[in-house]
């Protein structure tokens, strides 16, 4: 099989997992969880975003949650619009993260724009973000069936990663968005785009685990020449404009797997069960996730 020998996690726990998280979670209880992410080895991660605390109010300390957080490896900051843009330029953060549906209905209710009103506005910043020396990486949700439109075309995928390729990006992250794909989809979707793009930037499979089918899309994905993955530590999270849609799929489970398969992640597990067990007294959802729960059973019967 064509898989590689070393995979990188992206770790968006602290972002995309908590943004929808219904109890409010107290700023120091995310500075700790991101720090044991960090020291379980996790270096590319999601530290929090630029959103308007009126519709996002859990990213309501992204500043405080910045300056105590940010070092020198890719601590990415999502930021959807100029007003995000404006706000990452009075930090230190150097690696930027902005996003847009492939569906135009998602993308209408996620940020009230087409997407092709959204790629024009993101041109200009994308420019003036590189020409300032900031790496970018460009979310794609929707990439494979939509809440309100069904199932994506993949050439539409891979016109809108075209274009943010054109735009200078150095990353792309493709969303399974509401956990729909089947791993001969995801197969197919990502060997298209590393064949177009691989050459031209980092290519990152991003995918929830609503159904169950996370674990072999990422099996799949690897065999499509995928070695980068946004996983999310407890399988937190789940979009708040895209119903239905659970968590992404747990970290620990993509690791364990990846490390029975002989493929290298540097992730400490024993660690980063610890930043989980940090963490789940904050959140309202219970962890789910294979491994840490048979590590919870473990260290009770022990």
């Known amino acids: 099989m064509n898989i590689p020998e070393k995979v990188t996690i992206i770790e968006v726990g602290p972002r995309d997992g ?6 409010q979670v107290p700023t120091d209880a995310k500075i ?21 605390p ?9 500043k405080e949650v910045i300056e105590a957080c940010l070092d020198n490896e890719r601590n990415f900051v999502l930021a959807p619009n100029r007003k995000g843009i404006d706000r990452v330029y009075e930090t230190d953060v150097k690696h930027v993260a902005v996003f847009v549906g492939v569906s135009s209905s998602f993308n209408k209710k996620n940020i009230n724009k087409t997407t092709e ?13 590189k020409q300032k020396g900031y790496f970018v990486r460009a979310c794609i949700s929707t990439s494979f069936y939509c809440p309100y439109d069904g199932k994506i075309d993949p050439e539409n995928v891979v016109a809108l990663c075209t274009q943010f390729a054109d735009y200078g990006v150095d990353e792309l992250s493709v969303a399974d968005t509401i956990g ?3 791993p001969l989809e995801s197969y197919e979707l990502f060997k298209k785009l590393n ?6 930037l980092l290519l990152t499979a991003h995918f929830h685990d609503t159904r169950g089918m996370a674990l072999a ?10 070695s980068r993955f946004d996983t999310s530590a407890g399988g937190l999270g789940g979009c708040p404009f895209a119903p239905g849609a659970t968590g992404n799929v747990a970290t620990e489970d993509v690791v364990y797997m990846l490390e029975q398969m002989g493929i290298e992640t540097g992730v400490d597990l024993p660690e980063l069960h610890k930043a989980i067990q940090g963490i789940s007294t904050h959140v309202s959802r219970k962890i789910e996730s294979k491994y840490y729960n048979l590590n919870d059973k473990t260290h009770s019967l022990s």
Request: hydrophobic share 45%; no cysteine.
């Open 180 to 182: 729909m794909a089947n």
């Open 54 to 62: 009126k519709w996002v109010p859990q990213m309501g300390d992204a």
């Open 217 to 226: 899309n990422v099996f799949a994905s690897l065999q499509a020449g995928i």
């Open 117 to 129: 009103e959204s790629m024009e506005e993101l041109k200009p910043i994308i420019t003036e973000l």
């Open 32 to 52: 700790s969880f991101i720090k044991r992410l960090k020291n379980a080895g996790l270096k590319e991660m999601e530290l929090t975003s630029f959103v308007s």
């Open 195 to 200: 064949d177009v793009l691989g050459d031209r």
């Open 18 to 23: 908590l943004q929808n998280e219904k109890k």
